[in-house]
């Protein structure tokens, strides 16, 4: 089964406290992505990568890194949480530019107090 | 910065009757579009993609797409309660990135 797993699904954790969030697919997709999503601003994209070893900035990337490793596996990176990123968390990937079906993740709920 | 905007509602709509979800967007070399399915705390799932101008119709969902206006709209025949939920719009110019609109909340009432 097609897959994209993320986690952990919900985490809280404290400020400052760094924290990796892992993504894995298993459709050998060469595309991945990060998203947040909070109320009233929608999906906003972190980081993406078109390839192993190659990542590029979205439209949302401070205070995380990311890495590409390998194919299957995009952890995103939070080196010191703060309580504005705070927010539902979405990993996805698909073939690549072309490819028209993006799978996500189910989500990670992730609260910095 | 490429935007996409929708109306966020929420849009109301009786049982049974059409419910027609806009979307417009500024990049004029956007090439492929599509409607995303949002239930609250879940993942979006796709529900149509559109790549040229027209309609294109899969069960009771149909996507419109006019190029030269910059629109795109999703309609949803015989609406029915399940459908309630959040339908994101989302533009790609066939680059890596994929720009959503922040989602129009739809509720259908029985």
């Known amino acids: 089964e097609a897959q994209v797993t993320q986690n952990p699904r919900y985490l809280i954790t404290v400020t400052g406290k760094k924290l990796t969030v892992t993504c894995s697919q298993n459709m050998n997709h060469e595309y991945m992505s990060w998203y947040r999503q909070d109320p009233g601003l929608g999906l906003r994209q972190i980081y993406y990568s078109m390839n192993v070893e190659v990542t590029d900035k979205g439209d949302v990337p401070e205070g995380y890194k990311v890495s590409r490793k390998e194919k299957r596996n995009f952890p995103l990176i939070l080196e010191s949480p703060s309580p504005n990123q705070t927010s539902l968390y979405f990993c996805?990937?698909?073939?690549?530019?072309?490819?028209?079906?993006?799978?996500f993740g189910e989500g990670s709920w992730l609260t910095v107090v | 910065q490429k935007e996409v905007e929708q109306n966020s509602g929420p849009l109301s709509v009786p049982e049974g009757a059409i419910a027609s979800l806009n979307c417009t967007y500024s990049d004029r070399g956007s090439q492929s579009f599509f409607w995303y399915r949002q239930y609250s705390g879940k993942s979006p799932e796709l529900i149509m993609s559109?790549?040229?101008?027209g309609d294109k119709e899969d069960g009771r969902f149909t996507a419109q797409l006019n190029k030269a206006s910059q629109y795109v709209s999703l309609l949803i025949r015989d609406s029915q309660p399940s459908d309630s939920a959040t339908y994101l719009c989302?533009?790609?110019?066939?680059?890596?990135?994929?720009?959503f609109g922040k989602g129009t909340s739809l509720l259908v009432t029985p």
């Open positions: 559109i790549y040229s101008n």
């Open positions: 989302a533009v790609t110019n066939s680059g890596y990135a994929l720009n």
């Open positions: 996805a990937s698909r073939t690549g530019p072309s490819g028209n079906t993006i799978y």
